[in-house]
């Protein structure tokens, strides 16, 4: 295996990127694969590899580490290609698959043609550390919802049923009717719930306060009924720039709201929907589609458009509508953003 990377013709470099350590390889303009190298999967070695390199073409796989190491290698000076992992699938087909191989495949992609592998475009640093907040609250909420529905499950298996109330108000509600004590445990259970509330509600206050110092334009999002702090701070640092989106149509399907397509000839079958892009944004999208088609929602031109979806009835009614109200809020928000308009719940309505 060669230590370095030689040769004055232009390069597609493969890098596929390990926990550990990432494989390299060279393909040069000819196609041959002139270089190969594995490298410790560190700032420091990367940085010492490719800083004596000539400007070339680096293909890498999305993954954890990829945003980092994209970020140093654009700085580098290299062109850098995040390879959608739905458009590789020949890799994790493949017969003959190890990582040095994966490196050589990754290089030949990139070098025929770049666009074949729909490249991801990684946030910046700076909103990638502020989504990371929005991170650490969704695993607050998961694990207090996890250890409600354990309190739950083990006081129905005794016979019990613990009150009817919100996840925010559950601790509070056990200890004023003194249900600390039903099972042995469930103390234990209701102070670490009580104290994921508190931390949850610390985290809602810092989202609130990034959001007013460094992402104001929020503000123009929540101006939609259902849309609320941590919705508008998840879409803003998605998408970083309204700009990249000529139309805001292209938003549903950057976010993976719209059907999958698998047309041939004559046939073209219904998909579901792709759910690509940001999953915890579009899980966001589909909460506020339930508040706005839910019985608090207040009459805007979105409510109109889903409860037309359901009355057409059919057994996934519902659910399609919900999705479809998601995918137009996405649509909505974009068009708020780039214009900085005042909402009007009720546009279409002469």
Not at 21 to 42: I, K, N, Q, Y
Not at 89 to 95: D, E, M, P, T, V
Not at 305 to 324: D, M, Y
């Amino acid at each position: 295996m060669q230590k370095s990377i030689t040769g004055e013709r232009p390069m597609t470099i493969g890098l596929d990127l390990g926990d550990r350590r990432s494989h390299l390889c060279a393909v040069d303009a000819r196609g041959e694969a002139s270089s190969r190298l594995a490298l410790p999967t560190t700032q420091r070695a990367l940085q010492r590899t490719f800083a004596e390199l000539a400007p070339s073409r680096v293909v890498v796989e999305v993954g954890t580490h990829s945003p980092w190491v994209s970020r140093l290698l654009t700085s580098l000076g290299h062109e850098v290609i995040v390879a959608n992992a739905r458009e590789v699938q020949s890799i994790g087909q493949s017969r003959c698959k190890n990582d040095a191989a994966d490196a050589e495949q990754l290089a030949r992609l990139g070098r025929a043609d770049p666009q074949l592998l729909r490249p991801i475009r990684h946030r910046g640093e700076q909103a990638q550390r502020d989504r990371a907040l929005l991170g650490v609250r969704d695993g607050l909420v998961r694990a207090r919802t996890a250890l409600i529905n354990q309190a739950r499950g083990l006081a129905k298996a005794l016979g019990q049923r613990l009150p009817r109330c919100t996840t925010a108000a559950f601790a509070r509600r056990m200890r004023d009717e003194g249900l600390q004590d039903l099972f042995p445990g469930l103390r234990t259970l209701v102070g670490t719930i009580a104290h994921l509330t508190v931390a949850i509600r610390a985290k809602d206050r810092e989202i609130a306060r990034l959001s007013e110092q460094r992402y104001p334009e929020t503000e123009l999002l929540r101006q939609v009924p259902g849309v609320g702090p941590i919705t508008a701070l998840a879409y803003v640092l998605s998408l970083e720039d309204p700009r990249r989106f000529a139309k805001s149509r292209s938003v549903g399907a950057y976010l993976g709201l719209c059907p999958g397509q698998r047309q041939s000839g004559e046939r073209n079958p219904e998909l579901r929907i792709t759910k690509q892009g940001d999953v915890f944004l579009r899980r966001m999208l589909i909460q506020a589609s339930h508040y706005i088609l839910g019985p608090f929602g207040p009459d805007t031109d979105l409510r109109r458009f889903g409860t037309r979806l359901i009355a057409r009835g059919g057994r996934l009614a519902k659910k399609k509508a919900r999705v479809a109200v998601a995918r137009k809020l996405a649509v909505l928000l974009h068009r708020l953003w780039r214009t900085a308009e005042v909402y009007e719940p009720l546009r279409l309505v002469d």
